[in-house]
Nanobody, 126 residues
Framework: VQLQAYGGGLVQAGDSLRLSCAAS????????MGWFRQAPGKEREFVAA????????YYATSVKGRFTISRDNAKNTVYLQMNSLKSEDTAVYYC????????????????????WGQGTQVTVSS
């Protein structure tokens, strides 16, 4: 499976960005998907996850109310709408697919995901 994340860029604090992640080579619609991010000098951290059906989502506390994860299984794509961006949101953003098909619960542990995309840089200037 291949994941291609794109849509990052340089924005000012308070702006919005929408990231996209296109998947190929796998039954995309059977897997929960997640977004993670990694800032310089820090570990990769969970941002958001969405169930394979799109029926439920889960967010890190730091982004809840500002970010929205969604998916379009017909297009094999998952999105991350990021509003009210802050300087602390600056990081490389990665999408990933859950290891287990049709998992009931959304996971935040990085070890539960595989098939990582190459990441897209988001830089928020204050």
């Amino acid at each position: 499976v291949q994941l291609q994340a794109y849509g990052g860029g340089l924005v000012q604090a308070g702006d919005s960005l929408r990231l996209s992640c296109a998947a190929s080579g796998r039954t995309f619609g059977s897997y929960n998907m997640g977004w993670f991010r990694q800032a310089p000098g820090k570990e990769r951290e969970f941002v958001a996850a969405i169930k394979w059906s799109g029926a439920s989502t889960y967010y890190a506390t730091s982004v809840k109310g500002r970010f929205t994860i969604s998916r379009d299984n017909a297009k094999n794509t998952v999105y991350l709408q990021m509003n009210s961006l802050k300087s602390e949101d600056t990081a490389v953003y990665y999408c990933a697919a859950d290891k287990t098909p049709r998992r009931v619960q959304l996971r935040t542990d990085i070890r539960e995901y595989d098939y990582w995309g190459q990441g897209t840089q988001v830089t928020v200037s204050s």
